[in-house]
């Protein structure tokens, strides 16, 4: 079945610096969606991208939709502390009814 | 973005019991909306697809009768935990897709804590 390989597990970072994520994929997706979460909340939206290609910021974030349709990435820059939390990506294969595939997380310290 | 709501946001309750938790879609429509647990430090396993009108898809290994889903209506998915064990606390969140993008885009639940004692 499809899976999804999320890397780095883990980061512990100073803030103020930038950061770097990615995920990666056997298959194809027609839909890249990372989320964020935090402890005893559900996770939160934080971009979709919907063609290959594209690239997208919220603020401080930025992610891309990889040319190949298998991969994507979140960069998040100047982190601060309320950046705290486990981010998910996600892959989407063909329409909005179609289940999502979530990679196992980034979960992301920051030291002070 | 979309908001979906769920209730109860935590729950205790006795082994034996059935505990009902609710998924609305406040502010659009979802045939389709979607249940998944999470354990502690680990990412959301999907349980079942709730399907508006007709029977849940459940994946392998979730046991259907143990965990029934109804989809009453286009903004309310219910999750059923009957004759719950301690084996079946966890996290519980629901997600339902809106028509952002060319092919939609999922938004989540805050979560239920459920806890069985």
């Known amino acids: 079945g499809q899976q999804l390989n999320q890397s780095p597990q883990s980061m512990f970072i100073q803030e103020g610096e930038d950061v770097s994520m990615n995920c990666t994929s056997s298959?194809?997706?027609?839909?890249w969606l990372w989320y964020k979460q935090e402890p005893g909340e559900g996770p939160v939206l934080l971009i979709a991208?919907?063609?290959?290609?594209e690239l997208t910021s919220n603020g401080r974030l930025t992610a891309q939709f990889g040319i190949t349709r298998k991969d994507s990435f979140l960069n998040i820059s100047a982190s601060i502390p309320s950046d705290v939390g486990i981010y998910f990506c996600?892959?989407?294969?063909?329409?909005?009814?179609?289940?999502?595939?979530f990679g196992k997380g980034t979960r992301l310290h920051i030291l002070p | 973005g979309a908001v979906v709501s769920q209730h109860p946001s935590r729950v205790i309750c006795k082994s034996g019991t059935s505990v009902k938790i609710e998924c609305r879609s406040l502010?659009?429509?979802?045939?389709?909306m979607f249940w998944y647990r999470q354990f502690p430090k680990q990412s959301l396993m999907l349980m079942a697809t709730?399907?508006?009108?007709?029977?849940?898809?459940?994946e392998q290994g979730v046991e259907k009768d143990k965990f029934l889903i109804n989809h009453a209506s286009l903004t309310l998915s219910t999750l059923t935990v009957t004759s719950a064990h301690p084996e079946d606390s966890s996290f519980y969140i629901c997600?339902?897709?809106?028509?952002?993008?060319?092919?939609?885009?999922?938004?989540f639940g805050p979560g239920t804590r459920l806890l069985v004692l």
């Open positions: 997600s339902a897709p809106t028509l952002e993008g060319a092919f939609g885009t999922q938004y």
């Open positions: 298959s194809i997706f027609n839909t």
């Open positions: 991208l919907y063609k290959a290609g």
């Open positions: 996600a892959g989407q294969l063909m329409n909005r009814d179609d289940k999502i595939i």
């Open positions: 502010d659009f429509q979802a045939t389709t």
């Open positions: 709730s399907n508006e009108g007709s029977k849940a898809t459940y």
